[in-house]
C-alpha cells in the first residue's frame, strides 16, 4: 500500500498492527539516454512490488537528490548536500512520530550516500527507530548476475536500462569507459570527461537479464522487511 | 512532456526553443477520507494537462510541504519550514543553471506559502528569472463556482475531492466548520479541533462541478504559461 | 507596563500573578510618504494602549522585519526569512523560559507572515505555550470600515496614514492601484511597478475614520488578551 | 534625523549628499534596578544627540541581544549567538545595498562584541564599506571620569544608572564585588553569584558625573562621525 | 614543509614557485587498542614523507572528523555532518583564497567521506581548484598486499597497527568479524556488536608488511602530487 | 596523557577515577616571523606541561581558528564564525557525551574569543559541565612580567617569540605600533596596515623571560586544574 492511495485513518489502522514503511530516496539527473528520474523510477518499482507481495507501507518518493557533478547536463536538479540532510532527517523524524518504528530506506542514487552517514546522528538520538538502507545497485547479487553476462556495471549504463527508464532510442554500440582520475571535479569537467553522460559499458543489455536483477533485488528488499 | 519521459538531450534541445518550466509544490499530509497526496496530486494533474496542451516541460514533483499542525494525524510527513526553503531555492537554481528563465510553480499546499517570500530574496539575486506562484484552491474561479453552488471552501472538503484523491467510502453528510479562533495551535489541539482533519462543509460534490474546476484553472494556468 | 519602564524585579513580581505578554513585530521599510517604521509604530501604539488598559506586560518591538520586494527604496533594511524565524523563535523561547505562557504577537508587516508558519513548530514542542497572531490591517473590522467610506485597503495608503507615522506633507490625489500580476517580483521590479511605493488609493483619510479603525482594533485586542 | 521620522524619499535626499549612518546595537537583559532596555536606551540617547548636532541619520535601535549568561532573570530576552549573528549582517548588507558607506556601529552591550568578529567577514566581502565600531563603556574616558570619582566600573552599576535608565528606588548602599573566577557560567550559576543583577560598587552617582561621561561620549562619538 | 614550520612570508614565497598543497583529515576515535588519533597518525605520517620527498606544502592536520557511531566509546570526539562539511569547506576557501590551486587532500577516516560529495560543489563554484582525494586504505595496493598475507582489511585491525599508532599491549589472537547487517545503528548497538572496537582479524601483522603498505601509499601519493 | 597516547580503554579507565579535561583551541594564521601554528603551539605546550605535572588528560589539539582579518598574509587558515562555534560546541558535546564534566579550554588565539559566549548557551543546556576558559596571553600576570622588562604584548611580537614559535631569523630592532583606529577592518586593510603582521614592539626577547613567562602560566593553568 501507498501513502497516496490511503489516508491518515489507513495508516493509523496500519499502525496499530505493524510499524514498517519503505522510503524510497530518488533523484533527477542526467542518465544519458535514460530517463531523468531513473534513480527514483528503479528503487520506486521495486518498492512497490516489495510493498504488494509483503503489505508493507510505502512512503511517497523523494524526487530529489544530491548531482552536483551533473549540473551542466540540463534537466539535473540538485539539491545541496546540507538542504539535503536536514530534508531526509525531517521525513524520517515524521515518520518516527507517526509511530513508525522500521523504515527500509531504498536509496537509488550514489549522491544521496552521505545521508546514511547523516542518520547516525539520527539513530543516536532515537535508538528505538531501527533503519535500514538498501542500495540495489551496489548489491553482490547484481555484481554477480553481471559478470555472469559479461557485463560491467557503470552509472546509466544498461544495468539501469529497465524498459521503464527507457525514454528514447538505445545506442547500440559499446562506450569504453572514460578516465576520472581521483579528482573531486566541477560539473564542467565531468560533461567533458563523460560526454553523453553513461560511465561505459553496454547501453542494453537483454530483457531476461535486466528482469534477473529486478528479480534478485526484490527477493532481498522482500528479507530484509522482515527486519530480523 | 514530464522530466521522467525525457533525458538531458531532451531537455537541452527543448531549451533550444523554450524557457519555461512547470514545479509541483505538494505536500504529504492528513486530508481528512482524502488521499494523503491530495496537495500533490491536484496540481500534478493540472499540470500534466497544462504541459499536455501546451508542450511545456514539467519538472518532477515535489511531494513533501510543511505540515507541522498536522503531525498528529499518522501519514503526515512534514519538513522543518528551514528546510522547505533551502529545498525550493535549490530546485530553482538547478532549474536556472540548466537555462529555463521563465518558472510557472503550482502550489497545492497552503502551508507551503511561506517559500513564496523566500523565493523574492531569490529574484533578487537573479533578475532574469521570472517566476509565477499559482495556488489553485485560492483563484477567484473557485470561490466563485463554490458560490453558485452554494458550496463553501475548506481543507479536505468536497473542494480537494477529486475521483484521482478519493480512496476510501466518503461521509454523506455535512460538518459544520470547527471554531479555531486566531490562535497558533499545535499538532494535539488542532487534531482535537478538526478530528477527521476535515474543516467543514459537505466531504462530496457532483463530479460536474470538480471537473468545471479542473477546467477553470486549467485555463488559468495555460493563460499564465504565456508568460506575457 | 513596557519591558523598558521595569526591570527583572518587576517582571518577576508581575509573573507571580499573570502570564500574558504582549510582542510587537515590526518593520523598517518604505511606506511611500509615511514613516519608515509605520509597520512598526501602528501596533506599538496599539501595544501599548492595550497594556495601559489592560495592565498586561508589552515586550520591546522588534523593528525590523522582512520586506526583500522593497530592498530598491532607500531605507528598507530586510532580513532573511531564515534569520527572522530564528529570531522571533529565539524572542519566544526567551519570554517561555521566564515564565510567560500566553504570548499575544501584535504583527503590523505582511512580510513578517511567514513566522508564523514557523511557530507552529514551537508550539509542538511547547504545547504550554498559548501564542495568538493579530494582524491589525487583515481584520474584518477595518476593512468594514474602510468600505463605509468607500475607501480600499492598500499598503501605505490612507489605511496606514495615522498622526503618528505621517512624516511629511501628503498627496491629496487618490492613486489607481498598480497591476502587478502573480509574478515573484524582486526588488526592481516591484519598485518600477509601484513608483512612490504606496499601493493605491487616498493618501490620507478623515482622522475620525482613523480613530474608528484605531478603536476597533484596540478593542479586539484587549478581548484576546482574555485569551478565552 | 531618525528613520523613523523620514520616509524613503528622505533617505534617497540624504544619500545624494551623505553616505554616513549610525546603528544602535542594544540588548533586553536584566540590569538590576535599571531598566531592561538600559543597553538599549544609552546608545540611542547619544546617538540621538549625535544626530542632532551632525545630521547623520540614525537607523532604528535593535533591542535585543546576546545575554545567555542572564536567561535566570526574567526579562531577559536572548537571542542564540548564531540569530544574531545573521541578524546584524543582514542590517549591514541592506544599509550597504541602498548606498550607505560608513556606518558607526553604537553597541551598548558586552555580551553583543562577538558579531565584531563576524562582521570582518562582511567587511572582507565589501572593501568599500567602512564601519567602526564604539562601545561608550569600554572607553579610556569613562573609565578616567570613574576614577577620578573613586567609582568602578561594573554591569549595572552606578555606571549605567542616568535618569533616562533608572525605574525604581536605587539602593543607596555599596555592593561588594562577587567573585566569578573564570567559569564560563550558565545562567543559574549567573544568578546565584549575583543575586540582584548589580555586579560591583555604587548604585547611583551624582547627575554630574553622568553628564561628564554622557558628553565625553557624545564628543567622541561626534569625532568618529567625521569617519577620518 | 609543514605549515607549522615556517611563517606567512614562507608561504608566499612558496606560491610564487608552486601552488600545491597537502591537506590530512583526520578523526579522534576509537581504534581498538590502537591510538584514538590513529586516522589522523596514518595519514599525517604520509604526508610529512611525501612533503619532504617532494618540497610539497603541508597545512595543519584536521584531527576531528565524523564519528557517531563510536560515541560510546570513550575519547571518541565527534563532529555533526553539517559542521564538518562547512569546516572542510572553510579550510579549502582560505587555502584557495592564498593562491593554491592543487590540492591533495589525504583523508584517513571512513567517516569523513561525505565531505567528498560537498567539494563537488565547491568545485563547481572554484573550477580553478584542482582537489584530489587519497584514503590510503582503500587503494587496491592495500588489498593486493593484504591478500598476499592473508590478511584481511578492518578498521582498527592490524591494517592501521604501525609502530606510531601502538599505544598499549597487543592482542595475539585472532578476532571474527561480528555481524552488523545493513542496518544503520547508533552509538550503543555499535559497541555492543563490535565490543572491544576492533572489526575483525589480526590484530598486528609483521612490520615489514606495514612498511611494504606505508611504502606503496607514498609512492602513489607522490605519483599524484604531479597533479598529471 | 594526551589523547593521541592512549586508547578508548584508556580513557575509560581514566573517567572511573577522573573527569578533568584540557581542550587546546589554536589557530593557523600570520604571525609575523613566527610560525603559522603559534597560537596553537604555546598552549599545546603549556597543556602538555600541565598534563605531565598533574596527569589531567588532553585533548588533541584544534589548529584551525578565526582570523578573517589576516586572510590576505598567505598561510594563513579561517573558519567562518558560525562553522567554529559548532566546531566547538561539538567537541564539547562529545566530552561530556562521554562523561568528562570539567574542561579547561587553553585558548590561544583572541579571534577564537566569540565562542566563550556561545558555551554559555551550552552551559544553560548542561549545567553539571564545568568549563573554564584560560587565555594566557591575557593574564595580568603576563602583563606584570612585561612591564618589569619594559616590553609590551603585541601580536606576534617577542610575547609569543617561544623557542619553539620561531622558525625564521628574527629582525633585531624594535616596531612602532601601528594606527589602526577602531574600524573593522577587512583583510586587504589591515595587511596595509601591518605589514610584516607583527603589531609594534620588540620582536624578540631574552630566553629568560619567556620561560618566566611560561612557568607563571604553567602554574595557573595548575591551580585552574583543581577546579576548586
Same mark, same amino acid.
Given at each position: 500500500?501507498?501513502?497516496?492511495?490511503?489516508?491518515?485513518?489507513?495508516?493509523?489502522?496500519?499502525?496499530?498492527?505493524?510499524?514498517?514503511?519503505?522510503?524510497?530516496?530518488?533523484?533527477?539527473?542526467? !542518465?544519458? +539516454? @535514460?530517463? /531523468?528520474?531513473? #534513480?527514483?523510477?528503479?528503487?520506486?518499482?521495486? *518498492?512497490?512490488?516489495?510493498?504488494?507481495?509483503?503489505?508493507?507501507?510505502?512512503?511517497?518518493?523523494?524526487?530529489?537528490?544530491?548531482?552536483?557533478?551533473?549540473?551542466?547536463?540540463?534537466?539535473?536538479?540538485?539539491?545541496?548536500? !546540507?538542504? +539535503? @540532510?536536514? /530534508?531526509?532527517? #525531517?521525513?524520517?523524524?515524521?515518520?518516527?512520530? *507517526?509511530?513508525?518504528?522500521?523504515?527500509?530506506?531504498?536509496?537509488?542514487?550514489?549522491?544521496?550516500?552521505?545521508?546514511?552517514?547523516?542518520?547516525?546522528?539520527?539513530?543516536?538520538?532515537?535508538?528505538?527507530?531501527?533503519?535500514?538502507?538498501?542500495?540495489?545497485?551496489?548489491?553482490?547479487?547484481?555484481?554477480?548476475?553481471?559478470?555472469?553476462?559479461?557485463?560491467?556495471?557503470?552509472?546509466?549504463?544498461?544495468?539501469?536500462?529497465?524498459?521503464?527508464?527507457?525514454?528514447?532510442?538505445?545506442?547500440?554500440?559499446?562506450?569504453?569507459?572514460?578516465?576520472?582520475?581521483?579528482?573531486?571535479?566541477?560539473?564542467?569537467?565531468?560533461?567533458?570527461?563523460?560526454?553523453?553522460?553513461?560511465?561505459?559499458?553496454?547501453?542494453?543489455?537483454?530483457?531476461?537479464?535486466?528482469?534477473?536483477?529486478?528479480?534478485?533485488?526484490?527477493?532481498?528488499?522482500?528479507?530484509?522487511?522482515?527486519?530480523?
Amino acid at each position: 500500500m501507498r501513502f497516496e492511495d490511503t489516508n491518515w485513518m489507513g495508516v493509523e489502522a496500519y499502525l496499530k498492527k505493524d510499524d514498517r514503511v519503505m522510503l524510497v530516496l530518488g533523484a533527477c539527473e542526467q !542518465h544519458g +539516454y @535514460l530517463s /531523468l528520474l531513473t #534513480d527514483a523510477k528503479i528503487p520506486k518499482k521495486l *518498492a512497490e512490488a516489495a510493498s504488494e507481495a509483503s503489505g508493507v507501507l510505502l512512503a511517497p518518493p523523494l524526487n530529489f537528490g544530491c548531482s552536483p557533478y551533473f549540473l551542466s547536463y540540463p534537466g539535473t536538479i540538485s539539491l545541496r548536500l !546540507h538542504t +539535503y @540532510l536536514d /530534508l531526509v532527517e #525531517d521525513i524520517l523524524r515524521s515518520l518516527y512520530g *507517526a509511530g513508525f518504528r522500521k523504515v527500509l530506506i531504498l536509496n537509488g542514487h550514489g549522491g544521496n550516500t552521505p545521508v546514511r552517514d547523516h542518520l547516525v546522528e539520527l539513530a543516536n538520538e532515537l535508538p528505538d527507530l531501527m533503519m535500514r538502507w538498501y542500495a540495489w545497485w551496489t548489491r553482490p547479487i547484481v555484481t554477480q548476475i553481471s559478470q555472469e553476462h559479461d557485463l560491467i556495471n557503470q552509472h546509466a549504463n544498461w544495468e539501469e536500462a529497465f524498459d521503464f527508464t527507457i525514454v528514447s532510442e538505445m545506442p547500440k554500440e559499446t562506450k569504453p569507459v572514460p578516465k576520472s582520475g581521483d579528482y573531486i571535479h566541477g560539473k564542467d569537467a565531468i560533461r567533458k570527461i563523460y560526454g553523453d553522460g553513461m560511465y561505459g559499458g553496454a547501453y542494453q543489455a537483454d530483457p531476461a537479464i535486466m528482469q534477473e536483477i529486478f528479480d534478485g533485488c526484490l527477493a532481498e528488499i522482500l528479507e530484509r522487511l522482515k527486519f530480523e
